[in-house]
Nanobody, 125 residues
Framework: QVQLVESGGGLVQAGGSLTLSCAAS????????MGWFRQAPEKEREFVTA????????YYADSVKGRFTISRDNAKNTVYLQMNSLKPEDTAVYYC??????????????????WGQGTQVTVSS
């Protein structure tokens, strides 16, 4: 288990940009693969992107490819989500999550054992 805290959410206009951060506790951050998920009201939680231990491998949902970028700074125990060209349909609560394992199933919520509290992203038209 690792404690995760998201920050950086807010209100932006369509076409704008926003960067989310997820800070993790502990000295073993580099032992975790990290993911970002989002959940809109009355909708299921959906995968956004994930990054492996070193940052050398990533997954992206088709809906965000070319617009969002995940990165991590293990020295700072932080994973980032850079969001560009935001659309109203990106509006959701964004959650970061941590897992010990990496693979294609890192795109599923059940892969992750630790979750942050979420941060609201609202994109206006």
């Amino acid at each position: 288990q690792v404690q995760l805290v998201e920050s950086g959410g807010g209100l932006v206009q369509a076409g704008g940009s926003l960067t989310l951060s997820c800070a993790a506790s502990g000295r073993t951050f580099s032992s975790y693969v990290m993911g970002w998920f989002r959940q809109a009201p009355e909708k299921e939680r959906e995968f956004v992107t994930a990054i492996n231990w070193s940052g050398g491998s990533t997954y992206y949902a088709d809906s965000v490819k070319g617009r969002f970028t995940i990165s991590r700074d293990n020295a700072k125990n932080t994973v980032y989500l850079q969001m560009n060209s935001l659309k109203p349909e990106d509006t959701a609560v964004y959650y970061c999550a941590a897992s010990r394992e990496w693979g294609v199933r890192a795109t599923t919520p059940a892969w992750y054992g630790s979750w942050g509290q979420g941060t609201q992203v609202t994109v206006s038209s």
